[in-house]
């Protein structure tokens, strides 16, 4: 996908482009079912802003309706995403109340192995949880967490859970005071991880699962790449 | 019932281009504004009958019943504001169909049992509610990570509704730099929720496979 054709579908959004360049981006779509799918993640996007329909984003009725009407829209192919995906990341809020208390044990334990006891009960929540516990465990993600920022000036500050249920290092950056994140999460193994942007992502397959480390927060581009390098070469010496 | 979605987007029905493609048949045209606002309708709709799957396929009639008739389309008020008045419609209909059913099932049934079958049926779920609550948490996130001049033209769009034009002109800078603005801050928010969303295709085909 370019980002002409991208930016033309946000402002097809807004309603802001003529009914020739209207007809043209219906064309592109119809070649392309990851643009209509852009299409359906920039309305998140914009629902997201309103609180009540979020519930109902990933409700899809479009096919029913063009099945009722007879109409064949696009035709059934397989998109990068996996359902299980959606299905891991809601067990991983529900898993996030719970697993904080982890986290706070691991503030002051970080180069310590932690044992952490779940109850076996066969649920979402549960396997969530799990996942979680065992990154922590994992000595390739605390080895990860640890060497990322080796050159960086940057001072840990503590670890977090996030709403997703990633563990999250927090950084200063002592002379500017610009603090900074870096997220470790385990993630689905299905997930294909070439619909992101690897700029911005490093993706580390163990024998705990597969890790996602991803940086946030005000630090600026150099810094990040070199966080990113930093985790990758670490991994894969260790590896 | 409160029509907080009606709000007006600048002067001009935003989807009209759309619209006008689906009555010279672009069926295409159509699907885009179902993808578009399936999520509000079934919203609404789930306000009457507080029961998703049933909100379903109160969405799914009312856009059926607006495609059938889009042609009668005019465009004296905005795309949406018509479709909003067929859901609530088709929503009330549903209501009074129900109730209907319930004075019969009264008439006929003289035991004391009076559970409602309908009553039954599951609305949103905890972990929905849960997720599009971490959802939106991440969405406002990410807005509030983007650099001040995407963020204001962003936001003069999704909260004050003012066209391109109008945010090039507060903002003092040209149609083309507002577009990209607010590309780019979409972008870069969609990025942040990307692999947090269900393919649209693979939903409506779980949605199938349940029924």
């Known amino acids: ?201 490093v993706y580390l397959r163990t024998n705990k699962g597969l890790f996602l480390l991803s940086i946030s927060g005000n630090i600026d581009s150099k810094q990040k790449a070199k966080i990113l390098r930093n985790a990758a070469v670490s991994f894969n010496t260790n590896k | 019932m409160q029509e907080s979605h009606l709000k007006k987007v600048s002067n001009k029905d935003e989807d009209i281009a759309l619209v006008h493609r689906a009555q010279k048949g672009d069926y295409r045209a159509f699907d885009l504004l179902i993808l578009k606002y399936q999520a509000r309708v079934i919203t609404l709709a789930n306000k009457f009958v507080n029961d998703k799957q049933i909100a379903e396929d109160i969405a799914q009639e009312s856009f059926i019943k607006v495609y059938k008739s889009i042609g009668s389309f005019r465009g004296e008020s905005a795309f949406f504001t018509w479709l909003y008045r067929v859901a609530v419609n088709t929503a009330k209909n549903y209501l009074s169909s129900k109730k209907r059913k319930k004075e019969m099932l009264v008439s006929d049934i003289t035991d004391s049992d009076t559970t409602d079958p309908l009553s039954a049926l599951t609305t949103e779920s905890p972990e929905d509610i849960l997720a599009a609550n971490n959802l939106r948490e991440i969405i406002l996130k990410s807005f509030g990570d983007l650099p001040e001049e995407i963020r204001t033209a962003l936001s003069l769009r999704e909260f004050e509704g003012l066209s391109y034009q109008e945010i090039g002109k507060i903002l003092d800078c040209p149609v083309g730099t507002v577009r990209s603005r607010i590309f780019r801050g979409r972008e870069q928010i969609q990025e942040a929720i990307d692999h947090l969303l269900p393919s649209s295709i693979h939903a409506g085909n779980e949605r199938r496979k349940k029924e």
Do not use: C
């Open chain 1, 1 to 201: 996908m370019n980002k002409a054709i991208k930016e033309r579908i946000s402002a097809l959004l807004d309603g802001e482009l003529s009914e020739f360049e209207t007809r043209r981006v219906i064309e592109e779509i119809k070649d392309d079912p990851h643009l209509k799918q852009y299409w359906s993640s920039l309305v998140a996007v914009r629902e997201g802003f309103k609180e009540e329909t979020l519930s109902f984003i990933k409700s899809d009725i479009s096919r029913d309706i063009a099945n009722e009407l007879g109409y064949k829209t696009y035709p059934e192919e397989k998109i990068s995403k996996d359902e299980s995906t959606w299905s891991i990341t809601k067990s991983s809020y529900v898993a996030a109340s719970g697993i904080i208390a982890v986290i706070v044990v691991l503030t002051f334990n970080m180069q310590n192995t932690i044992s952490v006891d779940m109850v076996a009960e066969d649920s979402f929540s549960t396997q969530a949880s799990q996942r979680i516990a065992q990154a922590i465990e994992s000595p390739e993600a605390i080895n990860l967490l640890n060497t990322a920022v080796q050159g960086i000036e940057a001072k840990l500050e503590g670890l977090d859970s996030s709403s997703l249920g990633m563990i999250q290092a927090n950084y200063v950056v002592p002379s500017s005071g610009h603090k900074f994140k870096v997220n470790l999460s385990p993630i689905s193994s299905s997930y294909d991880i070439s619909t992101n942007q690897p700029s911005k992502l």
